[in-house]
């Protein structure tokens, strides 16, 4: 079954980078998602990658993959204290990456002035 | 900004009552999906609608149902609801290209 794993908490100084980890147990996975929530809000789409991508940059983020050991990661640069809130990572299996995605349950990052 | 739209936003209800949420989705986002999050989780797929149809489901009872209709609106309806059926509920929508774009969510208190 699908099983997507993160650790809880992150804390970061203003202006230092930011890696939040992941790893999936699903191979067949064709998308990996991250999303940030902040406190009352829904989900906001960071990013996503496809299964056949190693790394993906867009401005401050990289996401890297390791489809070998089922790894994500997203490194935020420049950390800002704008960026504190829960960080979900997600996969899916479907070829549009519309269906049926599993979360991690989430990441709470805490940014420090 | 994701276009789009849940309501209402906060709602109580008792054990063993009925709920509807809806969801207003971008004009030419013929998907849409429904998530749960518990306090403290992460969302967990209820059922996903293509085309008016439900075409995938998640680990849900049938007491949790839902509809789609032609002008890009969904609802959710929960039947006699629980204690534990106290969540944020997601609404998604996409074209299929990959992106899924959510709500702010309808969180619902069940006493």
């Known amino acids: 079954g699908e099983d997507v794993e993160q650790s809880l908490f992150l804390s970061v100084r203003e202006g230092d980078s930011s890696v939040i980890n992941c790893t999936y147990t699903?191979?067949?996975?064709?998308?990996l998602y991250w999303y940030k929530q902040e406190p009352g809000a829904g989900l906001q789409l960071l990013t996503y990658?496809?299964?056949?991508?190693d790394m993906k940059q867009d401005q401050r983020l990289t996401v890297l993959l390791n489809k070998k050991d089922k790894h994500l990661s997203l490194r935020i640069a420049d950390t800002q204290t704008g960026d504190s809130a829960i960080y979900f990572c997600?996969?899916?299996?479907?070829?549009?990456?519309?269906?049926?995605?599993?979360f991690g349950t989430g990441t709470r990052l805490t940014v420090i002035p | 900004e994701t276009g789009v739209t849940q309501s209402p936003t906060h709602l109580i209800k008792t054990r063993g009552q009925q709920v509807t949420l809806r969801c207003s989705s971008q004009s030419g986002h013929n998907t849409v999906s429904w998530y749960q999050q518990a306090l403290g989780q992460g969302p967990q797929f209820i059922f996903q609608?293509?085309?008016?149809?439900?075409?995938g489901r998640g680990n849900f009872p049938p007491r949790f149902s839902g509809l789609q209709f032609p002008n890009y609106s969904s609802e959710l309806n929960v039947n006699a609801l629980e204690l534990d059926d106290s969540a944020l509920y997601l609404c998604?929508?996409?074209?299929?290209?990959?992106?899924?774009?959510f709500g702010e969510g309808s969180r619902l208190t069940v006493l």
């Open positions: 699903d191979s067949s996975s064709t998308y």
């Open positions: 990658i496809f299964s056949n991508m």
């Open positions: 998604a929508s996409t074209t299929g290209t990959g992106e899924l774009f």
């Open positions: 997600a996969e899916s299996k479907d070829q549009t990456g519309a269906n049926n995605l599993f």
């Open positions: 609608y293509y085309r008016e149809e439900e075409n």
